[in-house]
């Protein structure tokens, strides 16, 4: 443990070079309260370009009772003429040192100390507040993505740091009491809610942060995520926040980081894997309690309220938009895209081997969408008649289709049912404009009531052929925390859904 | 109606060779009707012997069998032998039924068929005409398409996902639902299915089957038993002479029967009955619990086994009854075909196609299906001389060859064109 003595110090840890000129530092300083303190870098009286500067708390080093202690990262740019002490164009350089300076006090340190480590991942691996803090920050910092990008893959120079974190299975928190569980949902929407949820009353000082981490080529890439929206409850601490929806198509898995404070003093640092959830089961997490806690209602009531109100003030306009939007002239000469959806039963293979030419009649394209959409595919792939997506590619292809071209929507299990009455025709029916399709997709990510995209259309379906006055939102059954949040939520879902109606009504 | 003049091809879930069941017989006497009439015809049945030599070593999908007959592997198929998992052996299988040259492809059943195959068949032959002959229930019921429940064996009289799901708890509602829609997809699409009864056609347009044509045409029980002479036997000597003939299968109702034997015995000690078709050990290993009856019928009880199909019309005549005491609903019977045709008076179950092909009073007497008791009552009625008399002068016999054949002209004729804007 580094002890100090002085009220203004500084000390680097590490300093790692990067591909591209660039310097990484990690180090600490301490100063006085109260007194602003300034860091530079500077090669004599030239001052080096500071790309990214963050702090954060380091509970391995004492200060005094008057100064406050921080860790740093620092990411330069490294000038030419710096390089190697070597001699530039305007005479002979001098060695670039870190400075930290409150009025005319001032503390240094030599960048080009040899006795410094330079092995970032093990470096980060011993400081995780600053592996934290920086992989928090490389969202929005495209030069700290670099770090994901250089050593071993998927998560460069974090791959040690985030092999000693303890991973969450499942939802269970183990050997951190009072925290007993760490619940990660996405949404389609491109919503982000991390719930931890403790066995005793968690104190006000209690913080929960977190980074975001995609997973789809071989590197992993930070995910932008502006501040997350957290709320303390007795025994839970709630982060909503929002990232594109775009990244869920490019990415196959996602991967969060969370830096934790149950009390002041204490932090540590846990890993978890999002999990997709649809509307209900996503907003129903925020009141939810850890097993024998005690059950927050109220409080976690409010947050719920809160949620539910940025969530209608960012959807509600969007989805009135759509409503009313018209759609492109011409859309109904644009290809054909039938859209199967509900496929998942592999029986169902054998049902589309028999009728596969109704599709190929009346569809230039087709998405597949369900858990048996391979095999389901297989007797249109072996007919080679019909272009045939499947999962991220057939829902990117709709994405793209949205506002553009028609679909032809099918549920597989109803039109089953109309092949089983001998109307396969029946099925055929549900066709969707373009700006349906859209309208459509939009009412999954925001107020879908299941995962699958085949409920949603069922829905909007309905309320497409229901009589004025009626086809209102169906509640959503399901195992509700309270009676309570399924009110709250099923009449936010119905305001959703009624703005996406206007189109229609 | 004038003969089909191109060529028929008669696809079979099996060659009587290999398996004899109801549906492979009257496929195959059907073939030897038409061949006998000078019909250009073509027999391809499935084989399980070559099914299971192609499971484990290289063997062609289709075999010549004989003069225009060939038999197939269904190695390849699926485990409910509905569909294909191995697309290439179902499509040369399909490659050589396209290839034949025929104009009417008429198959008999669709399991060891395969709805995929009669599907690609139809679209690589899209000049030909389809029949199909439905021999029984499987696409409505999943339970060996018996239509009787699972677990009380009562019987069903309608299919529905909610009933399906109670006899089979552990499928779901969408498998029923894909099972059927797959079936009624294919079945939907031929030009005419032929219904050996009126009952299982009703069971088939109750679960939504329409197609252009679905005549009743029995089975025909071949040129050879037709052939055979009627001759009545002595009702005083035949009345009391029960036989019951098939395999004992827990559907067929051979414990029924063996139940009413001895409350029958107490009403008429003269009563024998013989079972043609298990030995006693059969019947036991199926039933244990009936040892102490079979025991006390004594010599009143003859277990005949095993018997060739071709001689059941003579070993009917040496019986006064033929009793069908099954429980479950049969389709059309070829022990009742064969009964009427010896001339021999029936007893049945008062069900589905035994009460439908034995009219009451006429063929033969009804009793209340599954009760014993009231089956030992009608052989006591059955048993009197007079009783046999009269009904061995009434029993009907079968459908001849020419009527057969027309009936067949008939489902293979082309479509009649539709008039614009006319119903189907």
Known sequence: ?505 | MAETRGGVCIVVHSHPDFSKGGGELAAWRQFEAMRAAGRRVTFVGACEVGSLYAETRPMETVVPFGADEYVFSFAGMTEDRLAWEDPFRRDTLVQFLAGLDCEVYHFHHYWRLGVDLIDALMEARPDARFVLTLHEMLAICLHHGQMVKTRSRELCRRESPLRCLACFPDQTLERFAYRKATLMAVLSRFDSVIHPSDFIRDRYRDWGLTTPRDPVIENYLGDAMLAQPRIPGDPAAMASRFGFFGQPTSFKGLDVLLRALPMALRGNPDIVLTIFGAEREDALRLFPTLEPMIEAAGPSLTFAGRYDPLDAVELMRSVGWVVVPSIWWENSPVVIQEARRAGTPLIVSDIGGMAEKVLRDVDGLHFKRAAPVDLARVMNQAARPEVRAALGASVRDVMGREEFLAALDAAYAPRPPRLAGAAE
């Open chain 1, 1 to 505: 443990m580094a002890v100090a003595d002085e009220t203004l110090q500084l000390g680097l840890d590490c300093v790692a070079e990067l591909p591209g000129r660039r310097v990484l530092a990690l180090g600490w300083a301490i100063a006085r309260a109260g007194e602003a303190a300034e860091l530079s870098v500077q090669a004599g009286e030239i001052a080096l370009p500071i790309l990214h500067c963050g702090f954060h708390p380091r509970s391995n080093l004492a200060a005094g009772p008057d100064a406050v202690a921080h860790g740093f990262v620092l990411l330069l740019a490294e000038p030419e003429a710096a390089e190697g002490n070597s001699a530039g164009p305007s005479g002979p350089a001098t060695a670039p040192e870190v400075r930290l300076a409150t009025g005319p006090a001032l503390r240094r340190s030599r960048l080009r100390d040899t006795d410094l480590p330079g092995d970032l991942p093990r470096a980060l691996a011993e400081a995780p507040e600053a592996a934290f803090a920086l992989l928090r920050d490389a969202g929005a910092n495209p030069e700290l993505d670099a770090l994901l990008q250089a050593g071993a893959p998927p998560f460069g120079a974090f791959a040690e740091v985030l092999a000693r974190l303890p991973a969450v299975r499942g939802r269970a928190v183990e050997g951190a009491p009072p925290l007993e569980e760490l619940e990660v949902l996405t949404s389609a929407a491109g919503e982000l809610l991390v719930v931890l949820r403790a066995g005793a009353p968690l104190p006000p000082e209690a913080r929960l942060e977190v980074a975001l981490l995609g997973l789809g080529g071989a590197r992993a890439v930070a995910v932008p995520l502006p501040p997350m929206r957290t709320s303390l409850l007795p025994q839970a601490l709630v982060a909503y926040g929002r990232f594109d929806p775009a990244w869920l198509d490019r990415l196959v898995a996602m991967e969060l980081v969370a830096m934790v404070q149950p009390a002041a003093g204490e932090r540590l640092h846990l890993r978890a894997r999002p999990r997709p959830a649809a509307t209900p089961d996503f907003l129903d997490a925020i009141c939810r309690a850890a097993p024998f806690a005690e059950a927050a209602t109220s409080a976690g009531l409010a947050v719920l309220r809160q949620v539910i109100a940025w969530r209608e003030a960012s959807f509600l306009p969007t989805l009135a938009s759509l409503a009313v939007a018209p759609g492109p002239a011409g859309a109904d000469r644009l290809p054909r895209i039938g859209l199967l959806l509900g496929a998942d039963e592999a029986l169902a293979a054998r049902l589309f081997q028999v009728t596969a030419a109704e599709f190929e009649r009346r569809c230039e394209q087709l998405l597949i969408l369900g858990e048996a959409a391979e095999e389901v595919a297989q007797p249109f792939l072996r007919r080679g008649r019909l272009p045939v997506l499947l999962g991220a590619e057939a829902l990117a292809a709709l994405r793209e289709a949205a506002g553009r071209a028609g679909i032809l929507a099918v549920d597989a299990a109803g039109f089953a049912e109309a092949v089983g009455r001998n109307r396969p025709e029946d099925a055929f029916a549900q066709s969707l404009g373009a700006p349906e399709l859209a309208l459509l997709l939009a009412l999954h990510a925001t107020a879908g009531a299941e995962t699958a995209l085949a409920d949603t259309l069922a829905r909007l379906l309905r309320q497409r052929r229901a009589a004025p006055g009626t086809g209102g939102f169906q509640p959503v059954q399901r195992g509700w925390s309270s009676p309570h949040a399924a009110a709250a939520v099923n009449e936010h879902l119905a305001r959703l859904w009624a703005a996406g109606a206007g189109a229609h009504g």
